[in-house]
């Protein structure tokens, strides 16, 4: 089997860090390298203590900021340092179960023409010590096209997660849009791979995405840097702009500024079901966690539909 690389960018998080790199030694398949980027931490002892706590058959690729540059451009150096078939993002307080590189390797050694995999979600809300499963359930374990991706993601209102998910780092190489001009690069980009390639649904629960306080993606953006997002896709990736825009997948926009784009020429398509799909959208982010997993799911089905 292929190996894989996997990406960390720390700041100061240093509350999980340790979990972190347990959580990478964990894996019945290890990575090959650990590419960590320091950035902007002035921890002197932080190489050391990342190597220390990291399985010896792993090599650590250390690169340091001098400052703090934020997440997106830390990745972007990252990335020039990928060397094995495979990859994954890995966030500080993210969980990844011990079968997660297997399973999604796995799909990928025997689907060639495949360039990431994701599952099915789980939410570890670090506030409420509880933790929520999302099936979805509208999906097969299968090999999607792009326009079979397309008009699912049109009838149904999901995400894929970037903690689900596997790269081909070939692939991945060429053709990314993370930039520092995105505010959610992970997203646009599992989205866009999604427009050039399709997609590979692993029908399992095989990591979890930690909710806490102060985190940046706890929070609903605000709609001039969602609109800014938008203008750039048209700008620079019309194609994917109109999959964007026909399949219904900004609905993080509020109420208000999809009324005021409905009546703007310069936003052709923009359509009422965004405007249903954003207030399920906010009302999700009201109440997914004061239900119990069970109800969550059942309410997840009912919102996921139009």
């Known amino acids: 089997m292929s190996g894989y690389d996997v990406v960390l960018t720390f700041y100061n998080d240093y509350y999980f860090i340790n979990r972190c790199i347990q959580n990478i030694n964990s894996q019945t398949l290890l990575p090959n390298n650990l590419i960590f980027v320091d950035d902007g931490n002035r921890d002197k002892n932080l190489k050391k203590r990342i190597r220390n706590l990291l399985n010896k058959k792993i090599k650590l690729i250390f690169i340091s900021n001098s400052t703090n540059i934020k997440v997106e451009r830390s990745l972007l150096k990252a990335f020039k340092y990928l060397k094995s078939k495979y990859f994954y ?52 374990e299968k090999y999607y096209t792009s326009e079979e991706i397309g008009k699912i993601f049109q009838k149904n209102q999901f995400k894929i997660y970037q903690n689900t998910v ?13 930039s520092p001009k995105f505010k959610r690069s992970d997203y646009l980009n599992s989205s866009y791979f999604c427009f050039l390639k399709g997609c590979y649904f692993i029908n399992s629960y095989l990591s979890e995405f930690t909710y806490r306080k102060k985190q940046y993606g706890s929070r609903i953006l605000k709609d001039d840097i969602l609109i800014d997002e938008l203008n750039i896709l048209k700008k620079y990736k019309i194609n994917f702009y109109n999959f964007f825009i026909k399949n219904n997948m900004h609905y993080d926009l509020s109420i208000f500024s999809i009324l005021k784009m409905l009546r703007n020429k310069h936003y052709n398509g923009i359509s009422f079901r965004w405007l249903i799909r954003s207030i399920k959208f906010r009302i999700w982010k009201m109440i997914r966690f004061i239900v119990s997993s069970k109800i969550l799911q059942i309410l997840f089905i009912f919102f996921r539909k139009i």
């Open 89 to 140: 993002l890995q966030g500080t307080d993210d969980i990844h179960y011990k079968k997660f590189a297997f399973k999604n390797i796995e799909v990928l050694e025997k689907n060639p023409h495949v360039v990431f995999t994701f599952s099915n979600l789980v939410i570890n809300n670090a506030i409420n010590k509880n933790k929520y499963r999302i099936k979805l359930s509208f999906l097969k």
């Open 166 to 178: 596997m790269f081909r780092s070939d692939f991945f190489i060429k053709n990314h849009i993370f």
